[in-house]
Structure formats: C-alpha cells, structure tokens
C-alpha cells in the first residue's frame, strides 16, 4: 500500500524569505512523485513531478523539489516565497504510471506581505 | 483548448437522494479518474476509467458507480445518498500510456441535507 505524510497542517512565512513544505511517502515499488496547488474554490493545479533522474526538479512558477530516497522525502521547495503562494498544497504519490495518486492531506501555506 | 470540465459546480441534495455528476476530459485525454475532497483532507481516489470500462477502484462502496463514454466523457453517479457524502467531487483526465500528469477539473461541490 502507498501512503504520504504532509507533518505540517500550516506553514507560515513573510514574502521573499525561502518556502519549505515537506512530505513523506510509503511506496512497494518505485515511487512516482508529485506536487500539487489548490487554490479557493478551484481543483488542483500541477506543479511538478518526479519520475526517474535527477533528485531536483524544477517545476512551475519557482518551485522546485528534493527527491531522497533515503528518507522517502519528497519536499517542496521556492526560494523567494510571494504573497500570491499562498494556497493549500498536495504531495501525491503512486507506484505506477497509471493507477491511482494517494494524497496527502495538505499543507496550507501562508505568506505575508 | 479547453482543459477539464465539470458540471454542475454546485448541488444540493437531500439524504436518500441519487446524483450524476459529468466530466469532459481534456483534449486527447482518454482515461478519467474521480476523486472525493472532504473538507478539510486531501482527495481520495473513487475510481478511473480507461477504454468505457472501469479499470481500478478505491474503497468506495457501491452505491458510487461511474460510466465513461466512447468521447471519454464520464459520469460518477452516486445512490443512497448520506450526509458523510457531502464533499468537493474532482474529475482528472490524462493520457492512458506514460508516467502523465493528471489534470483537474475546477470540482463539483455537492451538499447533501
């Protein structure tokens, strides 16, 4: 069975300071990655993924994610966060390249001006 | 090109009731998978569709079933309705083949009375 951990329910920074949002996961196989961005009233929205290669990806609007297989973490990250950041934030994983994304249970994150 | 589209947006039911929620995959997209927000959790994943036929199901019980369409369009119909089925619905489509991203529709928000 696969499974993924957000520890965090809030994470809270002010605009321009470094945005870390961190996740877990559980997988038989080999784990396909995934982050994920929901705002208001909205589905969700893609930002990147991990399949195979090189441990960071870089994905949409800055952000980008440390795979590490030794701690099965997959965290979020983005240097210079900005006020318009803040959404709820999924980390998704499965263990093939069609079934099923297990979420988390997500990650609200707060910026400040 | 337009991306997923759900509908209704909103719908409110009553306990007992039946409901058909409606999925348009994106373009070139030929598999639909649902899944069902709570408020306040990550989605849980009800079940995907590939070539009109059900092709992996989470654990939902049976009153949730679903039809795919020969245009890969799809509906989750929902029996018996209860007050715990009261969630944000998202319908995602990708392609069948690959390690692909899901896109997602903006939702179906059903309240069930």
């Known amino acids: 069975a696969q499974s993924v951990a957000q520890p965090e329910d809030q994470v809270n920074v002010a605009e321009g300071n470094p945005l870390t949002v961190k996740c877990t996961y559980s997988v038989s196989g080999n784990p396909y990655l995934f982050w994920y961005v929901q705002y208001p009233n909205r589905g969700l929205q893609f930002l990147l993924k991990?399949?195979?290669?090189?441990?960071l990806v870089k994905g949409s609007y800055g952000f980008e994610a440390e795979f590490n297989k030794s701690q099965t973490s997959f965290h979020l990250k983005k240097p210079s966060a900005l006020v318009s950041d803040s959404a709820l934030y999924f980390c998704?994983?499965?263990?093939?390249?069609?079934?099923?994304?297990?979420f988390g249970a997500g990650t609200q994150v707060v910026v400040t001006p | 090109d337009a991306g997923v589209t759900q509908s209704p947006t909103h719908l409110i039911k009553t306990r007992g009731q039946q409901v058909t929620l409606r999925c348009s995959p994106k373009?070139?997209?030929?598999?639909v998978s649902w899944y069902q927000q709570a408020l306040g959790q990550g989605p849980q994943f009800i079940f995907q569709y590939y070539e009109e036929e059900e092709r992996q199901r989470g654990n939902f019980p049976d009153r949730f079933s679903g039809h795919q369409f020969p245009n890969y369009s799809s509906e989750l119909n929902v029996n018996a309705l209860l007050l715990g089925d009261s969630a944000l619905y998202l319908c995602a489509s990708s392609f069948s083949t690959g390690s692909e991203k899901l896109f997602f529709g903006s939702g179906t928000q059903l309240s069930v009375l």
């Open positions: 991990y399949i195979t290669g090189d441990n």
């Open positions: 373009s070139g997209h030929d598999t």
């Open positions: 998704a994983v499965r263990d093939d390249s069609w079934g099923k994304l297990q």
